[in-house]
T-cell receptor, first 114, second 114 residues
Framework: KAGVTQTPRYLIKTRGQQVTLSCSPISGHRSVSWYQQTPGQGLQFLFEYFSETQRNKGNFPGRFSGRQFSNSRSEMNVSTLELGDSALYLC?????????????FGQGTRLTVV | AQSVTQLGSHVSVSEGALVLLRCNYSSSVPPYLFWYVQYPNQGLQLLLKYTSAATLVKGINGFEAEFKKSETSFHLTKPSAHMSDAAEYFCAVTYTGGGNKLTFGTGTQLKVEL
């Protein structure tokens, strides 16, 4: 089985722009979560989607949003980018029958805001 | 609220020596605990998980961890370090009813020296 695929791997954007990141989960996985990783704040949970519905949300401003499609693929969007949004964004998927919290991560999208 | 504390942001061991990475958790309900490893420019890979089935958990690459409720600890060990073990290690916690939101520790960078 193919793993979690995130595109693009690297991205450079300018302050004030918006960006969309994509995540394709492992085949058969319907839960997709997003995390932000920065040197200062570490790994922080953004949100989780299951069957196209947001099931859980972290403590991030409304500029961060996401969605999930019927094929379980997910996108996250960040509007009005700030320098502090520079981070590695990780997507993770899990099967319905998996252990609570057990997640399979993609390689991430490295976003640099200049 | 759940949290994990990883003692020691950097640990250095000699090749062949014991690896011990410390993780203490805080949870008001029975936790699910995980160790993940991250290699440079990569996502997170699950090493092992504790789900209350057994207190001593064996994972991949020769790693294991022991859940000690009395000490609220879930330390990661490996009897003999290998150069390929050099990476960053993260302890994470969640719980039933917490959705699949993982709360991560700040990470421990493991260096393996010849």
């Amino acid at each position: 089985k193919a793993g979690v695929t995130q595109t693009p791997r690297y991205l450079i954007k300018t302050r004030g722009q918006q960006v969309t990141l994509s995540c394709s989960p492992i085949s058969g996985h319907r839960s997709v979560s997003w995390y932000q990783q920065t040197p200062g704040q570490g790994l922080q949970f953004l949100f989780e989607y299951f069957s196209e519905t947001q099931r859980n949300k972290g403590n991030f401003p409304g500029r961060f949003s996401g969605r999930q499609f019927s094929n379980s693929r997910s996108e996250m969007n960040v509007s009005t980018l700030e320098l502090g949004d520079s981070a590695l964004y990780l997507c993770a998927s899990r099967p319905e029958t998996g252990v609570v919290g057990e997640a399979f991560f993609g390689q991430g999208t490295r976003l640099t805001v200049v | 609220a759940q949290s994990v504390t990883q003692l020691g942001s950097h640990v250095s061991v000699s090749e062949g020596a014991l690896v011990l990475l410390r993780c203490n958790y805080s949870s008001s309900v029975p936790p699910y605990l995980f160790w993940y490893v991250q290699y440079p420019n990569q996502g997170l890979q699950l090493l092992l998980k504790y789900t209350s089935a057994a207190t001593l958990v064996k994972g991949i690459n020769g790693f294991e961890a022991e859940f000690k409720k009395s000490e609220t600890s879930f330390h990661l060990t490996k009897p003999s370090a290998h150069m390929s073990d050099a990476a960053e290690y993260f302890c994470a916690v969640t719980y039933t009813g917490g959705g699949n939101k993982l709360t991560f520790g700040t990470g421990t960078q493991l260096k393996v020296e010849l």
